[in-house]
Structures are given as structure tokens and as C-alpha cells.
């Protein structure tokens, strides 16, 4: 059920896509008047209008609905780890020595610890 509503959601997104492409702009009609071909639509004068517009509501109703069953049933489902299980490694190496971690060069000298302050005026 859930893929279903998945493959939905991306199949209305692209026709939502496509169908908002199809239409014309605010001010189309505008080019029309100066003998502008922007008056020869696919649909007839008022056809793209009314029927692009339906459409266009119609994919953007599906599309929230299906947002919506996607957000509600995603956030229930139980988050896995590949850490499930897993034991934490104690640290190795005395205290005050940095432990070593995978991955790094081993041998390394260990940085000077600081020396003691001293006193002002000697």
C-alpha cells in the first residue's frame, strides 16, 4: 500500500509538473491584440482556462492528499541502526594517553605535557 502511494505521488507530481507547463501566462492575451500568435491555443479561447485549471486542481487535491499519507505513515514507522546490538569498545591505553583510534598511524610520539606556570618576578 505504501509503494502504491509512493508511485502515485511521483506520477502526479510529473503530470502536475507538465500540466502547470502548459499553461499560458497572465498576460498572453496581451500579444493577441498586436497580431501576436498567443491567441491560437491547443484547447479553443476559453477551453485551456477552464480545463487546464480543473486539472490542475484536481492533481494539486491528489498530490496534498497523498503528501499528507506519506508524512503521517513515515513518521511511525520504527527508526533502524546498524549499531543494534553492538558493544562499546573500552578504552584502551593508560590514563592521560589518548586512545587510539582506528584508522590511525600508530606510533606516534605523545605531545609534551604543558609545564607548570611560573611565578611572576623570579
Known amino acids: 500500500m505504501y509503494t502504491l502511494i509512493v508511485i502515485l505521488h511521483i506520477v502526479v507530481s510529473l503530470a502536475m509538473i507538465l500540466i502547470i507547463l502548459l499553461q499560458t501566462g497572465k498576460g498572453a ?3 493577441a491584440v498586436f497580431g501576436g ?3 491560437q491555443t491547443l484547447f479553443g479561447s476559453s477551453g485551456p482556462t477552464s480545463f487546464l ?3 490542475t486542481a484536481a492533481a494539486a487535491i491528489i498530490f496534498m492528499c497523498t503528501s499528507l499519507f506519506l508524512a503521517y505513515f513515515s513518521g ?3 527508526a533502524s541502526s546498524i549499531m543494534k546490538g553492538a558493544e562499546v569498545p573500552a578504552m584502551p591505553g593508560p590514563v592521560g594517553q589518548p586512545a587510539a583510534l582506528p584508522g590511525m598511524p600508530q606510533g606516534l610520539p605523545a605531545a609534551p605535557a604543558p609545564s607548570p606556570p611560573s611565578a611572576p618576578g623570579k
Do not use: A, E, N
Request: glycine share 42%; proline share 8%.
Open 37 to 39: 500568435g498567443g491567441s
Open 53 to 55: 485549471g480543473k486539472l
Open 76 to 78: 511511525g514507522r520504527p
Open 29 to 31: 492575451d496581451i500579444g
